[in-house]
């Protein structure tokens, strides 16, 4: 029996959609808003969820909690005793209310980010449902940690573009 199969690229997503608790997690002081004031209603628990795009754009951010809830997203690194340090946007609540966080920023492809998903007070623990969506539905969203090429992939990179420009090509 021959099977033939259509080729060969993976589906790309333009939304992420994930669902966890800010119950078991750390505690941290939470920035207001974007900064730079740090709340006193704390120390609250949050959520930390790794991610990166395939591409640059307007990317939305949503959050819905069954508790009162805040929505933070940074690039590059997080740390949640530098809380100011590489954040890009907050929000507390949403158009929904209590209960909802959202927010839209422009994201560079292939860089990292982390949204942290905390409680607005000290005690606030529940569930919630995140999504990252894209503007342009052709740029996937990924959850997990940008890769980086080992050395010696630059280095190959490397060898075959100047093998291709250094080829001479005639007629």
Known sequence: MLVTLACCSAPAFSTLVYSDTNGTGDFWARPVESGPIISTLGPVQYHVQSFYTAGSGEFNFSSVQDYDGYLHLY?????PSDQLVNLLAGDDDGAGGIGTSEFSFNLVGFQQYYLVTSAFAAGDIGS???TVSADDSDIAVF???????????????????????????TK
């Open 75 to 79: 690039e590059f690194d997080f740390s």
């Open 128 to 130: 919630f449902t995140n």
């Open 143 to 169: 959850a997990g940690m940008v890769s980086v090429p080992e050395p010696s992939t630059f280095a190959i990179f490397s060898l075959g573009l100047v093998g291709l420009a250094s080829r001479r090509y």
